[in-house]
């Protein structure tokens, strides 16, 4: 048996966390997680948590402990573990098939196993059918204010979150910033004087004169998260996604959606872009695909994107001259087929919108309790409140406050998130992203956790 005062040992020693370095210069203090099961974990010191955001960052979508998906990783590696996508796999195949039967439509499927290289993968693509067909012309990216899309350099150069792109330039050229759609914060942009629906149009077309300004035979694609997770759960406008898809029709953009948060069921359908009629070009995802069993990642595009390739089979530049090694691990198809059994066979997506619909109410019921409460959004079990220390100018809390909540709930046995955005210090809503397994009970154990540290908090 391990020790646990080894294994914490060992992590003091050499692990560098991700995301929280300053708490452990501060305390050296990890929590390890030592075990999973349900919407549970429990940690080195016996602590058990409920998990509001799925492994920390809205990943283990069927809940922890799903002895199906591990038999079907295991039947699997025994049978195959690996092999590259130069060829094909039952899991590959089967997967693929299963998948792209919710997404008409789409048709090719590119296996990787991250959301930052499936992201990549995309660009590439991108980049490639400006060369092939647009000499080189139709290169740029465009990528929305407080968007995410990885963690690689080509993705940060995308990433609409300054603190987390400002200290790595330089950046890659050719990723151009659209402005945010956030009703919430439609002040910033002098936009407040208009309906909702007024909104959704305008800031839509906040991204045609971007892309007029920039010369619209200069841009090759439009990316952008159909809810924005990680930049504080910003759901779009009314009108919004029609608009964006007019503007990119006229143009000739090509509309990548990137779903590594929403898909596979977070929102309460199979795909965030479902829920508001979009008709992408390319989609992308990763966490929920196999709820973290195995690491896999996917790009998904149309047939007519996939044909752009198809060219001069005497011109060896022609084809995506691209391989993900890993993206060849069977382990990761094997998982995501079993996944979306599960979400199909406990109806787990008719489980999020209800359950969705519970917490949406409880943390209204929030908001009229907590002035510092401003605003509440989300679609399905992906879930924010933002935190502002005054209703009418929306200044937000401090990050620091922020992690006062998350800290004290997290002593009170429940785990939540907090958010990311373009102002350093100023990251101030709180995330929700419970296993779409959870029950009522858990949802209420969840907003009275969030209830009683509000009021610690800020009284
Ligand atoms: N896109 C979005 C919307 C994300 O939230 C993330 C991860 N937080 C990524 C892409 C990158 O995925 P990964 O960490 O698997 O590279």
Redesign the pocket.
Known sequence: ENDISHIVDADKAHIWHHLIQHKQFETNDPRIILEGKGMRVWDQNGKEYLDAVSGG?WTVNVGYGRESIAKAVYDQLMKLCYFAQTAGSIPGSLYAEKLISKMPGLSRVYYTN????A?EKAFKMVRQIAHRRFGGKKHKILYRDR?????TLA?MSAGGQDERVMQYGPLAPGFIRVPHCMEYRNHEQGLDHLSSEEYGIASANLIEEVILREGADTVGALCL?PVT??GGVITPPPGYWDRVQEICKKYDILLHI?E??CGVGRTGTWFGYQQYGIKPDIV?M??GVASGYAAI?LCVTTEAVFDMFKDDPSDPLSYFRDISTFGGCTAGPAAALENMRIIEDEDLLGNCNAMGDRMMGNLQALKEKHRIIGDVRGKGLFLGLELVTDRNTKDPVTEAQIAQVTGDCGAQGVIIGASNRSIPGKNNVLCFSPALIATADDIDQITDSVDKALTKVFG
Do not use: I, L, Q, R
């Open positions: 960052v991250s959301g930052s290289e992201n968007d995410y899309h990885g963690g993705t998260e997770a990680g990137d590594v948060v992308t990763a966490k990642a």
